[in-house]
């Protein structure tokens, strides 16, 4: 009889375990944007593994931009540039899907407003400043906060714009 108590309660605990791991897991808007903005690449691969739980039409946008992130983080070129060629075809594949999606436009003018020039990866970011402009209030609470915080350090969009 005791080894069964002891069973249950192992269980119980493995299940309560478990169950905390699915919900640290789980894909919040507001820690994908501290993430982006933290600069660190242990984060950048932990929130790859999350993005997973993003909602399907937006996972290859969020994917992408991380990937982006990631690349200016490594050290080697060469891996650099093959992680930012993998996060930008999945943004702008991400983009042709739904080119409406105005937190897309977002993600890829902060991309481009740091990307080196290198990369030649900023020939929408007027484009992308005027969608974000126009469409800021239907935006999300955590999209809005990130975008203010995005400003702060911005040359292309200023709280004012808002």
Known sequence: MRSG?????????????TKGQAQAQKFDKAGFYEVMKSGNLDAVNNQLDVVKGAPEKEREGYEGALLMKKAGLLKRPKQRLSFFKQGRIKL????????????FHFLRLAIEEHAPRIVKYHNDIEKDKALVV?????????????????????????????
């Open 92 to 103: 702008e594949t991400a983009l042709l899907a739904d080119n409406d999606n105005t937190e």
């Open 5 to 17: 108590s002891a069973f249950l309660i192992v269980f119980f605990i493995l299940a309560l375990f």
């Open 134 to 162: 126009k469409n800021f209030k239907g935006l999300s609470p955590a999209v809005r906060h990130a975008i203010l915080d995005y400003c702060e350090n911005s040359k292309v969009l200023h709280k004012e714009d808002f």
